[in-house]
């Protein structure tokens, strides 16, 4: 003889025990609403950005984009500082060493030839202006313009021109005439230096 199954005997809920999560299920129109506002048939499918954070941001740009410019041209810098300011780079100070311990009579008359020989002088186009603004050479040296900005400069005077030279590029001339040669950058007329020729 088969015993039957157990049976187990279920509760049923009172019809006032509906887990209902704040929504009223016997009102249609607000359940159509919400599954219309999830399914997003009232959207129109666009992403829209508000006016006023779109020109919030452009003048934001162009407020660090001018405090950018105005301090490198007036050569603000805002790197860190070394305390030993007045004293000069260690690589510079052994090499007066070693030259003022080797003053023999070979060693000066090498100093002598090389002193005699034509030399390069380098003038850096950086933060707008020109550095060193005057420099003085002997006949027969060079000067080597070297433009570490990130806009194009020119070194120009009425006997040399160098043309458009272009950020990390350089441009060399050689002085064969003593005078004084005033120059200036055709496309930043504010940077102005002078070469001195003796």
Not at 32 to 56: C, Y
Not at 81 to 97: D, E, I, K, L, W
Not at 147 to 173: Q, V, Y
Request: aromatic fraction near 8%.
């Amino acid at each position: 003889m088969r015993q039957a199954p157990p049976t187990i005997a279920r509760r049923s809920r009172p019809p006032d025990e509906h887990p209902r999560q704040g929504i009223d299920y016997a009102d249609t129109t607000s359940v159509q609403k919400l599954h219309a506002g999830i399914r997003g048939e009232n959207a129109d499918g666009r992403v829209t950005i508000k006016p006023f954070s779109l020109w919030m941001l452009v003048v934001m740009g162009l407020v660090f984009f001018f405090a950018g410019f105005f301090s490198a041209r007036d050569g603000s810098d805002f790197t860190v500082v070394n305390g030993n300011q007045g004293n000069p780079p260690p690589a510079q100070s052994t090499v007066q060493a070693v030259q003022m311990s080797n003053a023999s009579a070979g060693a000066v008359q090498s100093t002598v030839a090389d002193a005699n020989a034509p030399g390069v002088a380098h003038v850096a186009m950086k933060n707008m202006k020109f550095s060193p603004a005057t420099i003085e050479i002997k006949k027969g040296d060079t000067v080597e313009w070297k433009n570490d900005d990130i806009t194009p400069h020119t070194a120009t005077s009425p006997t040399f021109d160098s043309g458009s030279i272009d950020s990390d590029k350089s441009w060399r001339h050689t002085f064969t005439e003593v005078g004084n040669f005033p120059y200036a950058c055709t496309f930043h007329p504010d940077m102005k230096a002078a070469v001195t020729v003796k």
